[in-house]
């Protein structure tokens, strides 16, 4: 089967670095992808690793490292509006689904 | 950017009756939607991969005879929830991903099926 575990909550303070961590067992895995939820609300896409090393988008980053099944999602000067749920996700199987992990509710603090 | 758009958004109905939920990509192709169950702050839970014109993929543990996939063309694909009843209730949501294969997900605005 497959397993994704994420942190349940992380609190930091406007304008710090957060890191959100994500461990997967998974077979026939392509890649991590990680999506933001807010509440209410449909799911957005992020970023997407299907190799090792660091992708960098504006103040977010994620990061995989296939041969330990960890990844990270990097937010960088933290807003108010970056108060959401974070999810990690790996494309796998033939069809490249996509299975979410646990998720990590984030809140920013002034 | 690409747009999905899912109907309806909520939905209540009597224990017993089937409920149908649409999914189309506006403005591009979609091979592959995949339809997730997500309960109050929990994660999104994958049913099914839907293809199409081929029979959805489901996980295991999810009853194909009750969660009906149709995927008829590359923009449409539906879910209807057969003889429905209260543990069925939950927020349905579907995604596609471009026929260009790109990893990126593209969900809808989701379900709220109620059933009483």
């Known amino acids: 089967g497959q397993s994704l575990e994420q942190p349940s909550e992380v609190t930091a303070v406007e304008g710090a670095i957060v890191q959100i961590n994500c461990t997967y067992q998974?077979?026939?895995?392509?890649?991590l992808s990680w999506y933001q939820q807010h509440d209410g609300g449909a799911p957005t896409f992020l970023s997407y690793?299907?190799?090792?090393g660091l992708e960098e988008t504006g103040r977010f980053s994620s990061f995989l490292s296939r041969s330990d099944s960890y990844g990270y999602l990097l937010l960088q000067e933290l807003q108010m509006k970056d108060s959401a749920s974070y999810f990690c996700?790996?494309?796998?199987?033939?069809?490249?689904?996509?299975?979410f992990g646990t998720g990590t509710k984030l809140q920013v603090i002034p | 950017g690409a747009v999905v758009s899912q109907h309806p958004s909520w939905v209540i109905c009597k224990s017993g009756t089937s409920v149908k939920i649409e999914c189309r990509s506006l403005?591009?192709?979609?091979?592959?939607m995949f339809w997730y169950r997500q309960f109050p702050k929990q994660s999104l839970m994958l049913m099914a991969t839907?293809?199409?014109?081929?029979?959805?993929?489901?996980e295991q543990g999810v009853e194909k005879d009750k969660f009906l996939i149709n995927h008829a063309s590359l923009t449409l694909s539906t879910l209807t929830v057969t003889s429905a009843h209260p543990e069925d209730s939950s927020f349905y949501i579907c995604?596609?991903?471009?026929?260009?294969?790109?990893?990126?997900?593209?969900f809808g605005s989701g379900t709220q099926l109620s059933v009483l």
């Open positions: 839907s293809n199409e014109g081929s029979k959805a993929t489901y």
């Open positions: 403005d591009f192709q979609a091979t592959t």
């Open positions: 996700a790996v494309n796998s199987g033939g069809y490249q689904k996509v299975t």
């Open positions: 690793n299907a190799l090792d």
């Open positions: 998974t077979s026939g895995f392509y890649g």
């Open positions: 995604s596609a991903r471009d026929l260009g294969g790109s990893e990126k997900l593209f």
